[in-house]
Each structure stands twice: as C-alpha cells, then as structure tokens.
C-alpha cells in the first residue's frame, strides 16, 4: 500500500520536520510505500537516511522542466491570489508557489499511482487550500499541529477569527480524518459542529535527542489507514 505524505518543512531543521521523519519511518517499518513532496531538496545525509526503495522524495524544484511550466505558472498564479485573499498578512510568496508545485507534481503522482490516502501536513495553514483539489482523488487525513482558528500567536480581528473558523471548517468538512496533538485543540475544534468521528488525537511527546528537543509521534494509528 502506498501513502502520499504533502509536508512543506519536511527536510527542514525544526521539530515539525523530525516529527515527519518519525512517521515515514514508522511506515515504512509498517511495509507502506511513501511518496514525500516537500519544498527544498534534501541533505545528503538525509537521503541516505530517508530514502530507498520503500520512500521517494519530491522538491517544488522536480516540477520546474519545460513540459510542466504553463501548468505550473497557471496554478501558482491561482493559488498566489487565492492565498492572498484568504490569508492576507500572514502569507508569504512561496507558500503559494508551493501549493501550485504541489498541485503539479500530485496530478502526475495521482495518476501513476494508486495511494491508501493523502496525508496532509498542514504547516503552513495555507495547505489547507489543497483540500478541495484533492478531494475526490484519494482520503485525505490533515494533521494539524497548530489550530489556524483562536491562535494566540496570530491576531485577527473578530472578522478575521471568523474567516480562520470558516476556513478550517471548511477543510475539516472534507477530509476523512484530523490527527490533533493536543486536548485543547479537540475541545477548540469540537466546537466546529462536526461529527466526533471525524477527529483522532494522537499526543505527542518531548525526547531529548542530542540536546535539541524532537517531537515525535505515538505512532500507535493502526486504525487510521485499515
């Protein structure tokens, strides 16, 4: 079986990027094949760590070849703006040029393969704007490490705490799971209205791995991908 996992800081030095390194492990082990799209290429070190048979990566730079730029320019343009008007200040350039590469490179994985399900790491909050693109290609499961809606972190207005709601409501709507690591998000999201099947929460731990704090996954979620 073959799982796609979408995460943007995958190969990045930060715990979000560890954690998803911890998961492709765990699959692998599992005897799932993983196919990664993320947006830089990847260490030296790290391929040889990461990468076999069982688990192929892919940067944003795999779709910049002739044959794929009027895709590319075409849905980078759309996602550019789409994130701007939702996201406004807190958007940056590439996290639009990213979600156009991402669309690029999954309309061709998704029609060479045929995956268990997407799996959707959604930093940052703007991959939430893949959702409908990939809704009925394959289940989706978002993991959300942070909530975008009541983040203390990001200050919005009323009016903007209501579009973050609408936002990941939406989203949430329409994938089959949404892994949270914490009991405040479940209650936070629980607030959505939304069938309690629809959550699964998975807490994370703290290991102290040469110093720097990892946060890693309770990988015991057998029952996500049955």
């Avoid at 715990?15 to 082990?29: G, H, K, T």
């Avoid at 779709?63 to 939702?86: A, D, Q």
């Avoid at 909530?147 to 409501?169: F, H, Q, T, V």
Wanted: aromatic share 14%; charged share 25%.
């Amino acid at each position: 079986m073959r799982i796609l996992l979408l995460a943007y800081l995958f190969g990045h030095n930060n715990a979000n990027s560890s954690r998803y390194q911890s998961f492709v492990s765990a699959l692998v082990e599992k005897g799932f094949i993983v196919d990664i799209v993320g947006n830089k290429k990847l260490s030296k070190e790290l391929s040889g760590k990461i990468l076999n048979d069982k688990c192929r990566y892919y940067s944003i730079y795999d779709v910049i070849k002739l044959k794929h730029l009027p895709r590319l320019f075409y849905y980078t343009t759309v996602e550019f703006i789409k994130v701007i008007f939702n996201f406004r200040g807190y958007i940056r350039i590439r996290s639009g040029l990213f979600n156009g590469a991402i669309k690029v490179l999954c309309r061709d994985l998704l029609k060479e393969n045929e995956y268990k399900c997407v799996v959707v790491g959604v930093v940052p909050w703007t991959l939430y704007e893949l959702v409908p693109f990939l809704k009925y290609k394959s289940p989706i499961i978002l993991d959300v490490s942070d909530p975008l809606y009541n983040n203390a972190a990001y200050k919005r207005s009323l009016k903007g705490l209501e579009a973050s709601k609408k936002i990941e409501r939406k989203a949430f709507n329409m994938v089959d799971k949404v892994v949270v690591m914490s009991e405040p998000m479940l209650k936070l999201y629980e607030k959505f209205g939304l069938s309690a099947s629809k959550y699964v929460f998975i807490p994370s731990s703290t290991v102290s791995v040469d110093g720097p704090i990892i946060i890693d996954y309770n990988y015991d979620r057998d029952h996500l991908f049955k």
